[in-house]
């Protein structure tokens, strides 16, 4: 499986940005497709997650009510739409595919769950 990112950049505080994820190849099954985001020296942090099949989907804390993640079957794309995006919110931005089957939070937002990851996009937010 290959995954490519899009849509970072360079915003000001309160703008909006679309991240879109396509992934390709071989064994691309119906799993969970994810985005994590990274700043330099810390660990990758849980975003979204939502799954293939079925209308399961999560956001954390730190963006829900900003950020919306959602997929389009037609298409084999993901995206997250972050609205009103903070300073605090950049970070390069990772999608990520589960690989297998299944659906549960304690797995969903946790990095090492995650088999297959694309190559990061930057999000920068200017205050």
């Known amino acids: 499986v290959q995954l490519q990112a899009s849509g970072g950049g360079l915003v000001q505080a309160g703008g909006s940005l679309r991240l879109s994820c396509v992934a390709s190849?071989?064994?691309?099954?119906?799993?969970?497709r994810g985005w994590f985001r990274q700043t330099p020296g810390k660990d990758r942090e849980f975003v979204a997650a939502?799954?293939?099949?079925?209308?399961?989907?999560h956001v954390s804390t730190s963006v829900e009510g900003r950020f919306t993640i959602s997929k389009d079957i037609a298409k084999g794309t993901v995206d997250l739409q972050m609205n009103n995006l903070k300073p605090e919110d950049t970070a390069a931005y990772f999608c990520a595919f589960l690989g297998t089957p299944g659906w549960s939070l304690a797995i969903v937002t946790k990095s090492s769950s995650y088999a297959y990851w694309g190559k990061g996009t930057q999000v920068t937010v200017s205050s």
């Open positions: 939502i799954s293939w099949i079925g209308i399961s989907k």
């Open positions: 190849g071989s064994n691309f099954g119906p799993y969970v």
